[in-house]
């Protein structure tokens, strides 16, 4: 089992930045990728950038620059740093435990932190 914790939502106006953090515990932590999906108001979740203990990262293509994901395995932690925010960044931010890229069956979810971008 792997319990997965988001924090560092909040409303922020257009231009500015959010780091967001996930706190992960469980035995299994390390063996798979963690990651960021977004859920936006009416749409299903999407992927963000997912990333693996040896550093690979997967980034969805329009979040390419934006975005930045890390991991720190020491403290248990995965990272997702926005900048330039946009209104349409605006959504419920999930971090997953799982799969490389992709969204499998066998996933962990946290249960989201909220992200709302004023114009």
């Known amino acids: 089992q792997v319990q997965l914790v988001e924090s560092g939502g909040g409303l922020v106006q257009a231009g500015g930045s959010l780091r967001l953090s996930c706190a992960a515990s469980?035995?299994?932590?390390?063996?798979?990728?963690l990651g960021w999906y977004r859920q936006a108001p009416g749409n299903q979740r999407t992927l963000v950038a997912t990333?693996?203990?040896?550093?690979?990262?997967i980034y969805a293509n329009q979040m390419k620059g934006r975005f930045t994901i890390s991991r720190d395995d020491a403290k248990n932690m995965v990272y997702l740093q926005i900048d330039s925010l946009r209104p349409e960044d605006t959504g419920v931010y999930y971090c997953k435990y799982g799969a490389h890229g992709a969204i499998s069956s066998g996933d962990y979810w946290g249960k989201g932190t909220l992200v709302t971008v004023s114009s």
């Open positions: 469980g035995s299994t932590f390390r063996v798979n990728a």
């Open positions: 990333i693996r203990s040896d550093g690979n990262t």
